[in-house]
């Protein structure tokens, strides 16, 4: 994870800086990034990286912004597991910024970082949807807990197999049937199919699908998506049973019966 922070910084802190990453590289036997995807926004230096470094040691994979803009718009084109959020922001604010995630992508844990203790702000973002809190100061033993916590709520909704629509997909074996027939499908077309399950019943954008599946940002009139919803659908539905896959006018597709 570089920041601005990271070129700003002096050398002599840079360079034990980058000698405690390679203390905790060589050290660390976690792969990077296996524990979860998270994005970061907060605008204090100190915080980013003292919280960076903190959960890419845990095995994190670490995404920061400065701005509650950009991170708003990080945050909703999809891909993160989790956001850790401050609340005075440049851009916009953490509130404005809870406010359209929970509105988006309701499922998506945000924990909320707050130098403000008192209990209004609690009770106000909790309203606003906000699933968690920690108060600045915070320990990284305490992130570490909160976040580990959510992602533990989302694991045990996502075991090893998924079922929905008649659909069972072993993630496991990357084995799928379709009312018991089995289907067989591409790596792109299994990853695809992965994702719409996972967000069964919900309209999923274009945008979070090819972030998700695709992992790095296409032209945005691409019809990569459309193209590979049409192979799914051809695969998985029979003729007196469509694939249960809808198209949702101007925003994507959702995973689901009927409506
Ligand atoms: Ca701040």
């Known amino acids: 994870m570089a920041t601005d922070h990271d070129r700003d910084r002096d050398n002599g802190e840079a ?9 905790e590289e060589s050290g660390g036997e976690r792969e990077r990034g296996a524990a979860g995807r998270l994005l970061l926004i907060e605008d204090e230096p100190g915080i980013v990286d003292f919280v960076s470094r903190g959960l890419e040691a845990e095995g994190f994979e670490v995404e920061a912004v400065l701005d509650g803009a950009v991170g708003e718009r990080l945050a909703l084109r999809g891909g993160f597991d989790a956001v850790v959020l401050d609340l005075m922001l440049p851009g916009r604010s953490g509130m404005e910024v809870l406010a359209s995630v929970r509105t988006a992508m309701p499922s998506l844990p945000v924990i909320v970082l707050t130098a403000r203790a008192e209990i209004e702000d609690r009770v106000a973002g909790l309203e606003a949807g906000a699933v968690d809190y920690l108060v600045k100061p915070f320990s990284m033993a305490e992130l570490v807990a909160r976040v580990r916590a959510q992602l533990r709520v989302i694991a045990q909704v996502s075991t090893s197999t998924l079922e929905a629509e008649g659909i069972e997909v072993d993630l496991l074996t990357r084995k799928v049937k379709r009312s018991g027939r089995p289907v067989l499908l591409s790596t792109t077309e299994f990853e695809l199919l992965t994702f719409l399950m996972r967000h069964h019943g919900q ?18 009139a691409t019809n990569v998506v459309d193209v590979y919803v049409g192979y799914l659908r051809r695969k998985l539905g ?5 694939a249960p896959i809808h198209t949702v006018r101007a925003v994507g597709y959702r995973l689901g019966a009927a409506s």
Not at 238 to 242: E, I, K, N, S, T
């Open 15 to 23: 360079a034990t800086l980058a000698q405690e990453r390679r203390t």
């Open 203 to 220: 309209v999923v954008s274009r945008e979070a699908i090819l972030s998700s599946v695709w992992g790095y940002e296409h032209d945005p």
């Open 238 to 242: 029979a003729p007196d049973d469509p």
